[in-house]
Nanobody
């Protein structure tokens, strides 16, 4: 079992930046693909970005491409989501997820964090 802990969320102004972190509790996840998803109130959970186990492959939702960067430091056992040029429509709870397969679908990920709130004010 892998328990994930997200951090780095908060309130930021339109055009600002935040960096989210995701780390497992109690074990390494260097062999897992990791993704970020987000869920706004009243909406479904949407794919944001994914990275394969060694960082060699990344994938982004069209809405964040060019603004967000996913990366990982397996030595620090942490995955990051750098979010730049944030917009009010980026407001959501952001979840990290780990799984055996690098994918954009939430159902492919076995382990999830509790989420961290990101709020972008206009």
């Amino acid at each position: 079992q892998v328990q994930l802990v997200e951090s780095g969320g908060g309130l930021v102004q339109n055009g600002g930046s935040l960096r989210l972190s995701c780390a497992p509790s109690g074990r390494t996840f260097s062999s897992y693909a990791v993704a970020w998803f987000r869920q706004a109130p009243g909406k479904e959970r949407d794919f944001v970005a994914a990275i394969n186990w060694n960082g060699g492959y990344t994938n982004y939702a069209t809405s964040v491409k060019g603004r967000f960067t996913i990366s990982r430091d397996n030595a620090k056992n942490t995955v990051y989501l750098q979010m730049n040029v944030l917009k009010p429509e980026d407001t959501a709870v952001y979840y990290c997820a780990a799984g055996y397969y690098y994918d954009t679908q939430a159902k492919r990920y076995n382990y999830w964090g509790q989420g961290t709130q990101v709020t972008v004010s206009s």
